[in-house]
DNA sequence: TACACCTTTAGCTGCTGATG
DNA sequence: CATCAGCAGCTAAAGGTGTA
């Protein structure tokens, strides 16, 4: 039995940074749930095994995924691993070793081979004499804070009682030697006999080396989060606290808590990523309450006196290293969590200004009664929509408001690390910046060279799939963008759920556009994206742009257009359907048998087919009984010409979704019903009423499923 | 004035849960 | 001199386009 052990392989697992092992075999000697004063560590059980090699033995984690190994009872005292995979980091100033691949070999013996004994994983770090040195410092993932010791048993084998030899206290029995602070980089090999030596580290040092009223100093660390600042109160003050966590170049982590007026300036010139030097900074004892997996047990305090500054130079602190969340698994991510996202700027959207009142709530209808009254001046939001993507060549959907749509400064192309950006389901998944999201175009981090390699380096035509189930077309994102790649037929859509209750849909549908009304444009604001009209009052009613631009009086004008289903397409999407802009459309107006009648021929001709993006939505208002109406509504968000026999300007290159060519129109012509857009007139004496909109279907079936899904919404409202 | 359609985030409140 | 919760869940507050 024991020549199935790998000789010295705690040793090599504690000092050894490598990754991969081909032929290590240890015994297991223990297992046991890792905990935190009592507490599983995360959602996900963690569990700590004790392995042995014989004369050694060592503590490592288990990564969770690995855990079924322990439910099948494969990983039980005595069972014989051999491991594949090791990661190991620093923390709290211990070796923290997690198996992140092994295998079960063999029967497991019915007992411990040898007489192993523990090595321990504290490091020797540099410490004062006064406190740290008399108060141990604990493993920061299996210490028992109450001193306890390890908590057996857990898994695998009946409870035995909590051994006296906790991790804690054989950390203090490492009579054998101590473990040196070895560099990952360090070619020195320590076997069997480890020997006492100090780290030389009082040059530069580590976070670890910090100890509670040490002075004469100064750290360098790297900014990883930034919280707050937010109001506090306790029996003696009130106040303003930032907490911040820095990485020093062992990637250990440090609490920074920032105080006074120090956190104005810190929130100034400093930001996630940034490199901080802290100089003398008081360091103090954690309170229990904020200790945490990954943070040392001390923590700085910094306020106004304080003696730190923002760093130019990494004073040899590596990249941040990041856990990033693939774009296909945000699929399976729960709304509102926060991840990390390291992507390719596809698209960038154009900025839309609209207000901020009316609100109708998206998830119940109570909270409608804060409807503005309409035609009353009111502030400004504006939205941007950004598309990302990654090698898994898939897109999403990235929504920036306000101050974050106009500090947005990435193009096509950029890499952009979002860290704690938000997951929202607004029709599929997307990403929405919060307030503590962090975005950084061209960040320094691993990683970055191969996703801008990827991108450089992708063919032609590669088709892309849409995560989010759509985007907004006041975004003015390009049509190449697919939500979905297969077109739908009217009855399809007719007889799906899309659109209802909260759902948010979004797919393709192919038309020729039959019929097409008059007077489609009104006067809009001339503030780029803001769609508003100053038809009636000559002014613009978001406060912000009650100055118009002079222009040389030239007016601006947006279509307002509304289609058959019925379908609704404003500009700019209208002005795609129009093939020109709703300016010129309006100047064509004033002359009804001149261009305008030809354009409309032009359009009408059933030549042009369009490709069109439509996002069905049920709407909800307040009523003025109090009551709430519904409505399914299909909005055109994106508009693609796909066949003009007599359009020369018809831009191949447009279409970098997969090829529309000529046997895919063929395709709808016979598949899917033809669609007879009825682009009516906004204006009342020309608009048709619903039930005239309805008989213009040739088709009674389309008709009739159209009618009975008006009923049934209004009926449900 | 009523109706139809567009649809997010910040900030506050109040609870958490093992232990004795 | 020492100061610090965190989170889920809820709610307020934020305009714009148009017609009848």
């Not at 040195?133 to 210490?143: C, G, M, N, Q």
């Not at 980089?185 to 020997?195: A, Q, R």
């Not at 609100?359 to 804060?370: E, I, K, L, P």
């Not at 009209?533 to 040389?552: I, R």
């Amino acid at each position: 039995m024991a020549e199935l052990l790998t000789a010295d392989s705690c040793a090599l697992l504690v000092n050894d940074y490598e990754e991969n092992y081909d032929n290590l075999v240890v015994q297991v000697q223990d297992v046991f749930p890792g905990t935190l004063d009592g507490h599983m560590l995360s959602k996900t059980a963690e569990y700590g095994l004790l392995l042995s090699d014989g004369r050694h033995s060592v503590l490592v984690m288990l990564l969770p995924k690995l855990n079924h190994l322990l439910e099948a009872k494969k990983i039980i005292s005595g069972a014989f691993l051999k491991i594949e995979g090791v990661r190991c980091r620093t923390m709290g100033g211990y070796r923290v070793i997690t198996i992140t691949y092994a295998t079960v070999i063999g029967e497991p013996a019915s007992d411990i081979i040898g007489d192993p004994e523990e090595i321990s994983l504290k490091l020797n770090a540099l410490v004062s004499k006064s406190s740290a040195a008399a108060k141990p410092k604990r493993h920061p993932f299996l210490a028992q804070l109450k001193g306890n010791g390890r908590a057996y048993g857990g898994v695998g084998r009946p409870s035995e009682p909590a051994g006296s030899s906790s991790f804690q206290a054989s950390s203090s029995s490492s009579k054998k030697g101590k473990i040196r602070a070895a560099h990952p980089h360090s070619s020195t090999f320590i076997s069997g006999s480890m020997v006492a030596e100090s780290s030389s580290t009082t040059d530069n040092p580590l976070f670890t080396d910090l100890v509670p009223d040490m002075i004469d100093y100064t750290v360098y660390g790297r900014i990883y989060e930034m919280k707050g600042p937010h109001s506090f109160r306790n029996q003696r003050s009130t106040g303003k606290v930032m907490t911040l966590v820095l990485k020093d170049r062992e990637n250990n982590g440090m609490r920074v808590v920032v105080f006074d007026r120090a956190y104005e300036v810190m929130k100034r010139e400093a930001a996630v990523d940034s490199i901080l030097r802290i100089t003398d900074a008081r360091i103090q004892e954690m309170a229990e309450k904020f200790q945490h997996v990954g943070l040392l047990l001390n923590e700085i305090t910094l306020n106004d006196t304080s003696d730190w500054e923002v760093c130019a130079s990494d004073h040899g602190i590596p990249p941040m290293a990041v856990a990033f969340t693939a774009l296909p698994l945000l699929r399976a991510v729960e709304s509102k969590s926060r991840v990390n996202v390291l992507a390719i700027v596809k698209e960038v959207g154009k900025r839309h200004s609209f207000g901020a009142g009316q609100r109708v709530a998206s998830d119940g209808a109570q909270d409608a009664d804060t409807n503005h009254a309409p035609g009353q001046v009111s502030a400004e939001r504006r939205r941007l929509e950004v598309q990302l993507v990654d090698p898994s060549m898939n897109i999403i959907r990235f929504t920036l408001w306000d101050k974050r749509a106009d500090m947005w400064n990435g193009f096509r192309g950029n890499v952009v690390f979002l860290k704690d950006v938000v997951v929202v389901r607004y029709g599929g998944v997307g990403l929405t910046a919060y307030d503590a999201t962090v975005i950084q175009m061209n960040p320094k981090l691993e990683g970055v060279s191969e996703l801008k390699k990827w991108w450089t380096n992708l063919p032609n035509g590669s088709v892309f799939q849409h995560l989010s189930s759509g985007y907004s077309a006041s975004g003015g994102l390009t049509v190449d963008t697919a939500p979905r790649s297969d077109p739908l037929s009217f009855k399809e859509v007719l007889d799906s759920n899309f659109g209802q209750d909260k759902r948010v849909d979004t797919f393709h549908i192919f038309g020729v556009i039959t019929k097409i009304a008059r007077n489609t444009t009104y006067e809009a604001c001339r503030f780029e994206g803001c769609n508003r009209s100053l038809q009636k009052t000559g002014f613009c009613l978001t406060e912000e742009h009650a100055e118009q631009p002079e222009n040389d009086g030239e007016k601006r004008y947006c279509t307002a257009e509304a289609v058959e289903l019925p379908l609704i397409a404003f500009s700019p999407v209208g002005d795609v359907i129009m093939g020109t802009t709703a300016d010129e459309v309006h100047k064509m107006q004033a002359h009804l048998d001149g261009p305008y009648s030809e354009l409309l021929r032009d359009t009408l001709s059933g030549l042009t087919w369009f490709k069109f993006t439509v996002q069905a939505r049920t709407r909800s208002w307040k009523q003025n009984n109090g009551r709430m109406k519904y409505e399914l509504q299909y909005t055109v968000i994106a508009a693609l010409k796909i066949k003009d026999d007599d359009d020369d300007d018809w831009d191949k290159d447009e279409d970098k979704d997969g090829p529309v060519d000529a046997e895919e129109v063929k395709a709808a012509d016979t598949e899917y019903n033809t669609m007879l857009l009825f682009l009516y007139n906004v204006r009342a004496a020309q608009r048709p009423s619903c039930e005239l909109c309805l008989r213009t279907w040739d088709n009674p079936r389309l008709s009739a499923g159209l009618s009975q899904k008006a009923r049934s919404q209004s009926a449900a409202g």
